[in-house]
């Protein structure tokens, strides 16, 4: 398939997911994982109109960025390094993967020095894995009340990873969990507005994360492709 047939059958497909659960299509927001393309077909994504990009690995994106860094919206989904915020902050608008107070402050002082503010997400274990980083659900509402105080780390919403199932309704209930435990903190009232956002769906499950909740769904392989040694 072309990219623009891959972008044609994903819109597609978010459209029906969307139906199938009474949501609006324009509540979804698909972010374009671009980490194993090359610059190429970076520019081409940015190209044919997807705004939304993603990268993990700041050693990966950086030629990219230094490239590209002016056009589109930039989300670091991977697991961040603290001595790598100098990095990302104030490039990538959007950090997927708060995971760990340190990293809270490492952000929060980086922001200010730059006098802006990053807008994250926590980064939920919601199936509990071992292999996965992220907080335990139980653990996130100290956590939050922990970087209240932390005036330049805003967060603005849960991230999370389920399981890669050879049946995508496997993973439903992480996606639950993270939406019930969104509306749970919510009731709460920890955090200055109300956490909106969900940054939950792969490429493998992202259909049932839609029907679940999902604001933002990070697509990589179905959307953009998959190129060996970009």
Known sequence: MTLQERIADVEGRVARACAASGRDVGDVKVIAVTKYVSL?????????GLEDIAESRWQDAEHKWKELGDK???HFIG?????????VIGKFEYIHSLDRLSLAQELHKKADAAGITVKVFLQVNISGEDTKFGLPPEAVPGFLREIASLHRVKVIGLMTMAPHEGDPEL???????????????????????????LSMGMSNDFEVAIQEGATQVRLGTVLVGHEEGA
């Open 72 to 74: 589109g919206t930039w």
């Open 171 to 197: 993973t439903r209930p992480v996606f639950r969990g993270l939406r019930e435990l969104r509306d749970e903190l919510n009731l709460l009232a920890l955090t200055p507005e109300p956490i909106q956002e």
């Open 40 to 48: 190429k077909t970076l520019a081409a994504v940015l190209e044919a």
């Open 79 to 87: 697991h961040l390094q603290t001595n790598k915020v100098k990095d």
